[in-house]
Every structure is written in C-alpha cells, then in structure tokens.
C-alpha cells in the first residue's frame, strides 16, 4: 500500500505565490509519473502538471508559464510551485502518483487526500 501525504496549500493574495509538497511512502519498487490535479466548485478534477521519470513534464494551458512541477526521486517526492496567483486557481489540489509495488511488483495508482488552496484577496 502507498500513501501520500500533501502539505503547502492556503490562503493567499492574487499575484502571490505557494508550494505544495507531496511525498509518497510504502511499498515502492519504482514510481513512474507523478502529478498534480485539481477540483474547483461544481466543476471536475482537472490535470494540472505532471512530471515522469525521465522528467518530461506537462502542464495545463491555464497554468504554463506560472507553475512548474518538480521532483526528488530520492525521497518520492513532488513539488508544484505555483506563482503569479489567480483567483480561478481556487480549488483542492490532489497529488497522483503512478507506480510499482514492492511487494507484488504489480502497478499502483495513488491520490493524495487534497489540499486547499484559496486565492483571494
């Protein structure tokens, strides 16, 4: 079993910035992309930015250019540091990790419980 533990989001000023964190634990052979999704209001979960092992990266539209994603595969964690805040990037943020198991070498898919990140002034 992997779990994923979110930490950075708030409550912050249109413009300004925040870095959330998602580390992984478990039973990991080998994790493969890593990403981070969001949900707003009435509307669905979205891809924000996802990152694989060889570190290509992909991002949405909405937020290229303000957000970059980023890894530490040593320690089975994600970044997303996010700058130049928006009131429509208002939602809970959800890491997503794609993987192999230890113990059964099998594939895993895990989410991160989310973290709210507000943007208002």
Sequence with gaps: QVQLVESGGGLVQPGGSLRLSCAASGS??????MGWYRQ???KQRELVAAITTGLRTNYADSVKGRFTISRDSAKNTVYLQMNSLKPED?????CNVDGITAATYSSFTSWGPGTQVTVSS
């Excluded at 990991?28 to 992309?33: G, M, S, T």
């Excluded at 208002?90 to 959800?94: E, F, L």
């Design 28 to 33: 990991i052979f080998r994790i493969n992309a």
């Design 40 to 42: 707003a209001p009435g």
């Design 90 to 94: 208002t939602a809970v943020y959800y």
